[in-house]
């Protein structure tokens, strides 16, 4: 038996697992905790979750073979454009290749260094390379930067000119650095650039939490290897992935995939994590998670990263619940803003809550800040804070304030707006997870500030004058009515897009009419009868699974699989993926008779040889990757892709790229 411990920190809870890899599925999970995510140190988060979870299983932190980790981190680093002061030394470009890929945006006011040098598309040398520019500025600037990247023009057909400055910078100081042959085999010298930047950008941050991560563990008794989630799903070794944090971009949606399968074994479905932030939704092929083929989009930018699918909605049990729709008739909108549910605001601060939430419902009139608090979300704010912010954020604390105390107009609405968008100051207000409260579906919290929280909700005024919904019990079944909905319409919109379709035909009122019909169990009443059917099962995950997807599924006419451990299938994933690592090598053919093959200075004259020699090459680079990568019984994959043309009836290579990828699990304490 072996034991092996999953981790991973979503946008509101940290979950562990631990897991026993040579029990039956249904059984391979021991034991599993939930923490609240810390967002400002996401250590004491995962440390309260390993202490957690160790407790429960009753195993000794010595028996854990493995530690894996998911993280969004990375993700949410290039989201809200956070990342370290870089600069990049690019070999070879133009200045028009600055404005493409969004290269110039993501570099910002970030150093750039560019160098004459580059090769052609046959790897040859375009221009010597001049280090002078580099020599000159080197000093100055690696007191300047946390890191450097490296790009230079047609690097993957031959890197010589990205190894020659690496080796310079390298030699004259200690900062980390990326080349960006390393993290794509795929032409498009700005969009390699760009991702580079964003990787180079990203070393210090995971490096801390590799380093924060490892403290935990070892204070927790637990020594052993850890791994981290690729955004494929893949896993990498903790150090493997200090070089190259930009691969775990979509991490966590990522593993819930790979959890997904592994936890019902079934290999084609659409799968819906629902968690407190976000559903992420994605669609599982042949047992394997659907990628991206243009590369993963984080941040507004189009990477080079192998990455899942991915479509996220800001849909999950924190969504803020609102009114919306005709003023005569509205509706439960949700989202996309996350709050702190009232349930769990007052579970934490019990007489602050409770004393705000019955002096409103005493009032004799509603306000529209009836059953909102703020909070301060950081300790100090800083200094570019406008002088209406400041004013209001000094006046906000660590314990909550009803809005209808703190606001003294709509300019102090405003401020307060943007210091939530700085992710200064935290909301909380009603959500779905107050409706499940209200209705006993879950009791994690405190249930009477939800159903009070609801009655000051339901109080509001359509524009008839009426109250929307004076029942609490109502309300909060309305609210789960209205997320069901939107879990199916959030299914629909990935299958369109899937598709290559319209995703805004979810809008479109005959599917409209199709979900009503569906919601409402309509057998009869009209000429037509209009279905849209899912050619799949959905998976369901989240803590609150069982509760959204299977009515979500009957809305899409198809069936719904809820895995027994949905709550934790993150974690879960995170545990039971494999390495995998790809590397490719071209072969093309200048001039006839003569061809030329990627990281080989020699030239062959005949093709077969070539091709040897390439798919030798590529073997052996994947092969060390993956032992890099922390893998153990390597398997080795070969893939060839050729691109021929017939010229006076002679069938003539243009040109062929061999791709290896290695394989294997990763090696374990024993």
């Known amino acids: 038996m072996a034991l092996l411990m999953g981790i991973d920190t979503g946008g509101t809870f940290t979950d562990a697992v631990i897991f026993d890899d040579q029990a039956q599925s249904a059984d391979a999970v021991i034991a599993k905790a939930k ?37 969004t981190l990375a993700t949410n680093a290039l989201v809200e454009g956070q990342g370290e002061r870089v600069a990049l030394i690019a070999i070879g470009f133009e200045e028009q290749d600055m404005r493409r890929a969004g290269l110039e945006s993501a570099l910002g006011k970030d150093p750039l260094i560019v160098l004459p040098g580059g090769h052609t598309t046959h790897g040859n040398e375009a221009r010597p390379l001049d280090l002078t520019a580099l020599e000159q500025q080197l000093l100055c600037l690696a007191d300047d930067v946390s890191g450097f990247a490296v790009a230079g023009y047609f690097a993957v057909r031959n890197p010589a000119h990205e190894l020659a400055v690496a080796r310079y910078v390298s030699r004259e100081t200690s900062a980390p650095l990326t080349c960006s042959h390393e993290l794509s085999h795929s032409l498009n010298g700005p969009r390699r650039a760009l991702t580079t930047v964003l990787n180079a950008r990203l070393v210090p941050m995971i490096t801390r939490l590799i380093e924060a991560t490892r403290t935990t563990l070892g204070t927790a008794g637990v020594e052993a290897p850890l791994m981290v989630v690729r955004g494929d799903g893949a896993l990498i070794g903790a150090d493997f992935a200090v070089k190259r944090p930009i691969e775990t971009i979509l991490s966590g949606p990522a593993a819930s995939l790979v959890g997904a399968h592994h936890l019902t074994g079934v290999a084609k479905a659409v799968v819906n994590d629902v968690g407190g932030t976000t559903s992420d939704v994605a669609v599982l092929q042949d047992g394997q998670p659907k990628l991206d083929p243009d590369g993963a989009m984080v941040g507004g930018y189009r990477t080079m990263v192998r990455a899942v699918a991915m479509h996220t909605f800001g849909l999950g049990g924190d969504s803020q619940v609102a009114l919306g729709g005709p003023a005569l008739k509205p509706r439960i909108d949700l989202g996309p803003k996350r709050v702190v549910p009232i349930a769990l605001l007052a579970h934490e601060h019990t007489k602050i809550v409770h004393a705000a939430l019955d002096a409103q419902l005493k009032a004799p009139l509603t306000n529209r800040h009836d059953g909102t608090f703020a909070q301060r979300a950081v300790e100090k704010a800083p200094a570019s804070l406008s002088v209406s912010q400041r004013r209001l954020f000094d006046r906000l604390t660590n314990r909550p304030i009803a809005l209808n105390d703190l606001l003294k ?6 401020a307060l707006a943007q210091l939530v968008a700085r992710s200064l100051v935290r909301m909380s207000g009603l959500t779905p997870t107050d409706a499940l409260h209200v209705l006993e579906a879950t009791g994690r919290w405190d249930v009477d500030a939800a159903r009070k929280a609801c009655r000051l909700f339901g109080r509001r005024r359509d524009g008839a004058g009426s109250a929307f919904c004076d029942d609490p019990e109502a309300l909060a079944a309305l609210i789960v009515k209205r997320m069901r909905r939107r879990s199916a319409e959030v299914v629909l919109e990935t299958a369109f897009a899937s598709e290559g379709r319209e995703t805004q035909l979810v809008g479109h009122p005959l599917v409209a009419q199709i979900l009503d019909r569906r919601e409402e169990h309509a057998q009869q009443g009209g000429l037509l009868t209009m279905s849209l059917k899912l050619d799949r099962p959905l998976i369901g995950l989240g803590a609150s699974a069982h509760v959204w997807h299977p009515q979500a599924a009957d ?59 390439a798919r030798s090459l590529a073997q052996a680079r994947a092969n060390e990757d993956a032992l890099a990568a922390g893998a153990e019984d390597v398997r080795l994959q070969t893939d060839l892709r050729e691109r021929r043309a017939d010229i006076e009836g002679r069938s003539m290579l243009v040109e062929a790229v061999i791709t290896a990828t290695a394989s294997g699990r990763p090696a374990i304490a024993h």
Not at 588 to 613: C, I, M, W
Request: charged letters at 15%; hydrophobic letters at 45%.
């Open 35 to 71: 923490a609240l995510t810390t967002h400002h140190r996401l250590s004491t988060g995962i440390a309260e979750a390993v202490q957690a979870v160790l407790g429960q299983s009753k195993c000794a932190p010595s028996e854990i073979a493995m530690v894996s980790l998911s993280t």
């Open 409 to 414: 107009g709509h300019a102090e609405a405003a």
């Open 555 to 613: 809305l899409l006419t198809t069936t719904c699989v809820v895995p027994d451990h949905a709550d934790v299938a993150n974690a879960v994933g995170a545990v039971v993926g494999q390495i995998s690592v790809a590397f490719s090598v071209t072969v093309s053919q200048p001039a006839e008779g003569r061809y030329s093959v990627t990281g080989l200075d020699q030239p062959f004259t005949e093709e077969a040889a070539a091709l040897k020699a």
